[in-house]
Antibody, heavy 117, light 107 residues
Framework: EVQLVESGGGLVQPGRSMKLSCAAS????????MAWVRQAPTKGLEWVAT????????YYRDSVKGRFTISRDNAKSTLYLQMNSLRSEDTATYYC??????????WGQGVMVTVSS | DVQMTQSPSNLAASPGESVSINCKAS??????LAWYQQKPGKANKLLIY???TLQSGTPSRFSGSGSGTDFTLTIRNLEPEDFGLYYC?????????FGGGTKLELK
Protein backbone atom coordinates (compact mmCIF):
# COMPACT_ATOMS: atom_id res chain seq x y z
CA GLU A 1 0.00 0.00 0.00
CA VAL A 2 1.35 3.40 -1.00
CA GLN A 3 1.80 5.68 2.00
CA LEU A 4 2.97 9.30 2.07
CA VAL A 5 3.38 10.87 5.49
CA GLU A 6 4.21 14.56 5.80
CA SER A 7 5.85 16.21 8.80
CA GLY A 8 7.51 19.45 9.81
CA GLY A 9 4.62 21.91 9.65
CA GLY A 10 3.48 24.39 12.28
CA LEU A 11 3.47 28.09 13.06
CA VAL A 12 6.30 30.24 11.70
CA GLN A 13 6.88 33.99 11.58
CA PRO A 14 6.98 35.87 8.27
CA GLY A 15 10.46 35.89 6.77
CA ARG A 16 11.55 32.75 8.57
CA SER A 17 12.22 29.26 7.22
CA MET A 18 10.66 25.84 7.56
CA LYS A 19 11.44 22.41 6.10
CA LEU A 20 8.78 19.86 5.31
CA SER A 21 9.48 16.16 4.95
CA CYS A 22 7.49 13.35 3.37
CA ALA A 23 8.25 9.73 4.19
CA ALA A 24 7.21 7.41 1.38
CA SER A 25 6.57 3.69 1.56
CA UNK A 26 4.80 0.94 -0.37
CA UNK A 27 6.48 1.63 -3.73
CA UNK A 28 9.95 2.04 -5.24
CA UNK A 29 10.47 5.71 -4.40
CA UNK A 30 13.45 6.16 -6.73
CA UNK A 31 11.30 5.28 -9.77
CA UNK A 32 8.83 8.15 -9.42
CA UNK A 33 8.68 11.88 -9.73
CA MET A 34 7.27 13.58 -6.66
CA ALA A 35 5.57 16.89 -6.00
CA TRP A 36 4.14 19.25 -3.40
CA VAL A 37 0.65 20.68 -3.78
CA ARG A 38 -0.85 23.15 -1.30
CA GLN A 39 -4.29 24.35 -0.31
CA ALA A 40 -4.87 27.62 1.52
CA PRO A 41 -7.72 27.59 4.05
CA THR A 42 -11.09 27.41 2.25
CA LYS A 43 -9.33 27.66 -1.14
CA GLY A 44 -8.58 25.27 -3.98
CA LEU A 45 -5.54 23.20 -4.81
CA GLU A 46 -2.33 24.82 -6.04
CA TRP A 47 0.70 23.02 -7.44
CA VAL A 48 3.95 24.16 -5.77
CA ALA A 49 6.90 22.13 -7.07
CA THR A 50 7.88 18.89 -8.79
CA UNK A 51 11.09 16.87 -8.78
CA UNK A 52 12.05 14.12 -11.20
CA UNK A 53 12.70 10.54 -10.08
CA UNK A 54 16.45 11.09 -9.79
CA UNK A 55 16.38 14.70 -8.62
CA UNK A 56 18.01 15.99 -11.80
CA UNK A 57 15.04 18.17 -12.79
CA UNK A 58 12.94 20.48 -10.66
CA TYR A 59 10.00 22.74 -11.48
CA TYR A 60 8.43 25.51 -9.38
CA ARG A 61 5.50 27.85 -9.57
CA ASP A 62 6.62 31.44 -10.04
CA SER A 63 5.47 32.65 -6.61
CA VAL A 64 7.87 30.28 -4.80
CA LYS A 65 10.84 30.33 -7.20
CA GLY A 66 13.99 31.41 -5.39
CA ARG A 67 12.37 30.86 -1.97
CA PHE A 68 11.41 27.16 -1.96
CA THR A 69 13.61 24.17 -2.80
CA ILE A 70 12.29 20.70 -3.48
CA SER A 71 14.72 17.83 -2.95
CA ARG A 72 14.77 14.11 -2.30
CA ASP A 73 16.84 11.41 -0.68
CA ASN A 74 16.17 8.18 -2.57
CA ALA A 75 18.15 6.14 -0.05
CA LYS A 76 15.73 7.27 2.66
CA SER A 77 12.60 7.34 0.44
CA THR A 78 12.00 10.87 1.62
CA LEU A 79 10.89 14.04 -0.14
CA TYR A 80 11.63 17.51 1.21
CA LEU A 81 10.47 21.07 0.76
CA GLN A 82 12.73 23.77 2.14
CA MET A 83 10.75 26.99 2.46
CA ASN A 84 12.62 30.26 3.05
CA SER A 85 11.42 33.87 3.34
CA LEU A 86 7.94 32.68 4.18
CA ARG A 87 4.99 34.98 3.59
CA SER A 88 1.46 35.05 4.95
CA GLU A 89 0.20 33.88 1.54
CA ASP A 90 2.19 30.65 1.98
CA THR A 91 -0.20 29.64 4.77
CA ALA A 92 -1.75 26.38 3.62
CA THR A 93 -1.98 22.65 4.02
CA TYR A 94 0.92 21.14 2.07
CA TYR A 95 0.37 17.77 0.43
CA CYS A 96 3.11 15.40 -0.65
CA UNK A 97 2.12 13.66 -3.87
CA UNK A 98 3.52 10.93 -6.06
CA UNK A 99 3.86 11.94 -9.68
CA UNK A 100 3.81 15.56 -10.62
CA UNK A 101 5.48 15.03 -13.97
CA UNK A 102 1.96 14.50 -15.27
CA UNK A 103 -0.69 13.81 -12.66
CA UNK A 104 -0.64 13.26 -8.89
CA UNK A 105 -1.69 9.66 -8.34
CA UNK A 106 -1.22 9.33 -4.58
CA TRP A 107 -1.52 11.99 -1.89
CA GLY A 108 -0.55 12.28 1.74
CA GLN A 109 -2.95 13.58 4.37
CA GLY A 110 -1.20 16.94 4.39
CA VAL A 111 0.61 19.11 6.91
CA MET A 112 -0.48 22.58 7.96
CA VAL A 113 1.88 25.55 7.66
CA THR A 114 0.79 28.83 9.24
CA VAL A 115 2.83 31.96 8.56
CA SER A 116 1.94 34.60 11.11
CA SER A 117 3.53 36.94 13.62
CA ASP B 1 -0.56 30.04 -17.16
CA VAL B 2 -3.52 27.94 -18.24
CA GLN B 3 -6.60 29.01 -16.30
CA MET B 4 -9.03 26.23 -15.45
CA THR B 5 -12.67 27.15 -14.83
CA GLN B 6 -15.04 24.63 -13.30
CA SER B 7 -18.82 24.76 -13.30
CA PRO B 8 -20.98 24.58 -11.40
CA SER B 9 -19.32 25.54 -8.12
CA ASN B 10 -22.00 23.69 -6.19
CA LEU B 11 -24.22 20.82 -7.18
CA ALA B 12 -26.94 19.04 -5.19
CA ALA B 13 -28.10 15.56 -6.17
CA SER B 14 -29.59 12.39 -4.73
CA PRO B 15 -28.18 8.84 -4.71
CA GLY B 16 -29.02 7.09 -7.96
CA GLU B 17 -29.00 10.27 -10.03
CA SER B 18 -26.42 11.23 -12.64
CA VAL B 19 -24.44 14.47 -12.59
CA SER B 20 -21.96 16.27 -14.80
CA ILE B 21 -19.19 18.67 -13.87
CA ASN B 22 -17.57 20.87 -16.48
CA CYS B 23 -14.03 22.17 -16.78
CA LYS B 24 -12.88 24.75 -19.30
CA ALA B 25 -9.26 25.57 -20.07
CA SER B 26 -8.16 29.04 -21.17
CA UNK B 27 -6.29 27.47 -24.09
CA UNK B 28 -6.02 24.04 -25.65
CA UNK B 29 -4.55 21.37 -23.40
CA UNK B 30 -5.11 18.54 -25.91
CA UNK B 31 -6.42 15.58 -23.89
CA UNK B 32 -4.35 16.24 -20.78
CA LEU B 33 -6.90 16.74 -18.06
CA ALA B 34 -7.23 14.95 -14.73
CA TRP B 35 -10.05 14.78 -12.19
CA TYR B 36 -9.62 14.41 -8.41
CA GLN B 37 -11.95 13.77 -5.52
CA GLN B 38 -11.41 15.39 -2.12
CA LYS B 39 -13.21 14.27 1.03
CA PRO B 40 -12.64 15.32 4.67
CA GLY B 41 -10.26 13.04 6.54
CA LYS B 42 -9.29 11.10 3.41
CA ALA B 43 -6.38 11.42 1.02
CA ASN B 44 -7.22 13.10 -2.27
CA LYS B 45 -7.90 10.58 -5.00
CA LEU B 46 -6.99 10.67 -8.68
CA LEU B 47 -10.06 9.50 -10.62
CA ILE B 48 -9.33 10.11 -14.28
CA TYR B 49 -6.35 11.29 -16.34
CA UNK B 50 -5.72 12.14 -19.97
CA UNK B 51 -9.31 13.25 -20.24
CA UNK B 52 -11.00 9.86 -20.17
CA THR B 53 -8.67 7.19 -18.76
CA LEU B 54 -9.89 5.76 -15.48
CA GLN B 55 -7.24 5.48 -12.79
CA SER B 56 -6.95 1.97 -11.38
CA GLY B 57 -9.62 1.50 -8.74
CA THR B 58 -11.97 4.20 -10.03
CA PRO B 59 -15.51 2.78 -10.32
CA SER B 60 -16.92 2.52 -13.84
CA ARG B 61 -19.79 4.87 -12.95
CA PHE B 62 -17.24 7.66 -13.38
CA SER B 63 -16.41 8.80 -16.89
CA GLY B 64 -14.51 11.67 -18.46
CA SER B 65 -14.81 13.23 -21.87
CA GLY B 66 -13.56 16.17 -23.86
CA SER B 67 -10.45 17.53 -25.51
CA GLY B 68 -8.95 20.88 -26.38
CA THR B 69 -10.54 23.33 -23.96
CA ASP B 70 -13.77 21.68 -22.81
CA PHE B 71 -14.04 18.65 -20.55
CA THR B 72 -16.74 16.90 -18.54
CA LEU B 73 -16.76 14.53 -15.59
CA THR B 74 -19.94 12.44 -15.43
CA ILE B 75 -20.97 10.32 -12.47
CA ARG B 76 -23.82 7.90 -13.14
CA ASN B 77 -25.95 6.27 -10.44
CA LEU B 78 -24.51 8.34 -7.60
CA GLU B 79 -23.45 6.39 -4.53
CA PRO B 80 -23.37 7.93 -1.02
CA GLU B 81 -19.55 7.87 -1.04
CA ASP B 82 -19.43 10.08 -4.17
CA PHE B 83 -20.41 13.27 -2.34
CA GLY B 84 -17.50 15.62 -1.83
CA LEU B 85 -15.30 18.09 -3.71
CA TYR B 86 -14.08 17.54 -7.26
CA TYR B 87 -11.19 19.30 -8.96
CA CYS B 88 -9.92 19.27 -12.52
CA UNK B 89 -6.23 19.76 -13.31
CA UNK B 90 -4.40 20.23 -16.58
CA UNK B 91 -1.25 18.17 -17.09
CA UNK B 92 -0.28 19.54 -20.48
CA UNK B 93 2.17 22.21 -19.35
CA UNK B 94 3.82 23.90 -16.37
CA UNK B 95 2.69 25.34 -14.10
CA UNK B 96 0.19 22.58 -13.44
CA UNK B 97 -3.10 24.32 -12.67
CA PHE B 98 -6.32 23.25 -11.01
CA GLY B 99 -9.89 24.35 -11.38
CA GLY B 100 -11.62 26.07 -8.49
CA GLY B 101 -13.53 22.97 -7.43
CA THR B 102 -17.11 21.70 -7.49
CA LYS B 103 -18.86 20.72 -4.28
CA LEU B 104 -21.23 17.80 -4.83
CA GLU B 105 -23.75 17.75 -2.01
CA LEU B 106 -26.57 15.48 -0.99
CA LYS B 107 -29.97 16.89 -1.93
Amino acid sequence: EVQLVESGGGLVQPGRSMKLSCAASGFTFSNYGMAWVRQAPTKGLEWVATISYDGSSTYYRDSVKGRFTISRDNAKSTLYLQMNSLRSEDTATYYCTRGGITTFDYWGQGVMVTVSS
Amino acid sequence: DVQMTQSPSNLAASPGESVSINCKASKSISKYLAWYQQKPGKANKLLIYSGSTLQSGTPSRFSGSGSGTDFTLTIRNLEPEDFGLYYCQQHNEYPRTFGGGTKLELK
